[in-house]
Nanobody, 126 residues
Framework: QVQLVESGGGLVQPGGSLRLSCAAS????????IGWFRQPPGKEREGISC????????YYTDSVPGRFAISRDSAENIVYLQMNNLKPEDTAVYHC???????????????????WGRGTLVTVFS
């Protein structure tokens, strides 16, 4: 099973930016998918974005239109989530997850991921 560790969370003011990192013991599955999720305080977990490993295709949910971007450094086995124009409602614990294999289009459902990180806390305060 892939080991995942998120980092980069912290305190930020509204309008600010953060870049989260997801370091993996291995991201070398050509037919896998990597996703970012978040769980706001007292709320359900929601998906944000995912990347299909074989071609780098990226997908986003409607929860963060145009403000977040997923990317990867394949050489370093790191996936990033760049978050811009942060808002108080973006406050949450952010998790990355991976699954293999993934042959579908779009993002896997949460229950289709088989490895999860413990998360990193992002707090947006004014």
């Amino acid at each position: 099973q892939v080991q995942l560790v998120e980092s980069g969370g912290g305190l930020v003011q509204p309008g600010g930016s953060l870049r989260l990192s997801c370091a993996a013991s291995q991201f070398t599955f050509d037919y896998g998918a990597i996703g970012w999720f978040r769980q706001p305080p007292g709320k359900e977990r929601e998906g944000i974005s995912c990347m299909r490993e074989r071609d780098g295709s990226t997908y986003y949910t409607d929860s963060v239109p145009g403000r977040f971007a997923i990317s990867r450094d394949s050489a370093e086995n790191i996936v990033y989530l760049q978050m811009n124009n942060l808002k108080p409602e973006d406050t949450a614990v952010y998790h990355c997850a991976t699954t293999y294999p993934w042959y579908g289009s779009g993002c896997p459902e949460p229950n289709e991921y088989d490895s999860w990180g413990r998360g990193t806390l992002v707090t947006v305060f004014s």
